[in-house]
C-alpha cells in the first residue's frame, strides 16, 4: 500500500508485485487457455486456442497452416512465425501434409489434411481489407487493429467504414462484410448495437443497451440490464494502447444463465417496429448482447446457414477463453488463494525490509530488461546459458558489493 511520509510518497514492493502481476495476467490470458506441453491435435477441431502460422515451413505460395501453442515451441523453435492469436474450431497442422519432409515431435500420428480447418490470409501474414501486414513498416499512421468475432481477421479502426467507440475493449465487433453474409443481424443492430460515444461520456457506450421499444437505459451496470448475462463480452484484441478508465470490471466478466428462449421469433418482433439502420460499416455490440439473440428452431435454422451458430454459445467468446486461461494459472499457482508465496512472504516484512528488496528488484529488472534489448536489436535467440551467465554476473557483482563494504575492528 503506497503512504505518503511528508513530501515523499513511498510503494511497498508488494504493491509493485501485485501490478506486474495483473499486467502479466492480461498479456497471458490467451496463453494460459492452451496447453504449452502438448500438441492439441488429439483434441480434435479446439473450440478456442491460440495458434501460429510458420513462415520458414510454409513459404509464401505455399498451402497455409496453423499449429498450436505446444508445437510452436516444440516443433518451431527459431522459425519465423505469425502470431494469429486465436481461431474457434481448428485443428493443429504440425506435420502433417502441408509440411513435405517436417513432422511433429509431439505427436506424429496425424491425417494429411484438417479438412474442417478454415484458413484467412492471416496464415500469411497479412490482415484487414487492406491486406497488409502488422506492423507495416510502410504505413506511417499509428491506427489499432480489432478484431472481426465472425471472420477473426483484424482490421485497421479507419478501415471499418464506422467510428470506433470510446471503449472498444468492452464490445464485439463485427465487420460489414459479415453483416452482409448475416442480414438478419442488421435488425439485431438496430437495437442492440453500441451508438457512437460523446465526448461528454466516453464510457457511455459501455452500459447502453436499447430496449424493443428504442427506449435507451444509460448509465446501468451490464450486470443490472440484463439478469441473463453471459460471460461473453468483448472479443476485440486492441493492439495499441487502450483507452484509460476503460478497464474491463469484474461484474462485467461475470453473468448468469442464459434466459429461456421466447415462444415465439423475437426477430420477426423487432422487425416489426418499424425502426431501422443504415446498413454499413462495422457494428459494435455491448456485452451480453448475444443473449438477446432469438434461439427459435427458425432463428437457429438461419445461424447454421450463415455459418454463426457459435453466436448462441456461450463459451465461444474469447473473454471466456481468457477467464479460463486465468483460473487455470491461479490453479497452478500452488496456493489456495492461486498468489505467488513470494507475495504472501513479503506481506510479513517490515517497511525498511520490503524497500530494501524494491531497490535490489528494480534494479535487476532494468538490467535484465538492458540484457535482453541486446538479444533483440542482434535478432539473437536467448537461449539458457545465457540467462545463467546473467544471473551469475549479477551473483558475482553481489558478492564484490559484500566484500567491499566489509571492515573489521582492532
Known sequence: MAANEGDEATVSLVDVLEEDEELENEASAVLAGSDSEKCSYPEGYVKRQALYACSTCTPKGGQPAGVCLACSYKCHEGHDLFELYTKRNFRCDCGNGKFEEMRCKLYSD????????????NFVGLYCTCNRPYP????PVEDEMIQCIVCEDWLHGRHLGCPVPECVELQEMVCESCMNNAPFLWAYAT????????????????GE?????????????????????????????????GVPGCKRRHQEMEGGSPSKAPSECRLMELGGTGTERAEFGAVFWPSAWR??????????????????SFLLDESDTVLAYENKGKTTEQEQAGTAEGRDPLMSALNTL????????????????????DFLQRFAAEGKVVTPEDIRQFFQQQQNRKRRRANAGQYYCS
Do not use: F
Open 110 to 121: 496425424k491425417d494429411p489434411l484438417n479438412t474442417e480447418n478454415k484458413y484467412s490470409h
Open 136 to 139: 507495416d513498416p510502410e504505413d
Open 191 to 206: 437495437h442492440l448495437a453500441v451508438p457512437a460515444a460523446t465526448k461528454a461520456s466516453p464510457c457511455k457506450a459501455e
Open 209 to 241: 443497451v436499447t430496449n424493443e421499444e428504442g427506449d435507451r437505459e444509460e448509465g446501468k451496470n451490464t450486470t443490472e440490464e440484463a439478469s441473463t448475462s453471459l460471460n461473453n463480452q468483448g472479443e476485440e484484441k486492441v493492439k495499441s494502447n
Open 291 to 308: 443473449t438477446k439473440l432469438c434461439s427459435c428452431v427458425s432463428c437457429k435454422k438461419s445461424y447454421a446457414e450463415a455459418g454463426m
Open 350 to 369: 517490515g517497511r525498511v525490509q520490503q524497500l530494501e528488496i524494491i531497490h535490489g528488484y528494480n534494479d535487476m529488472k532494468t538490467e535484465l530488461k
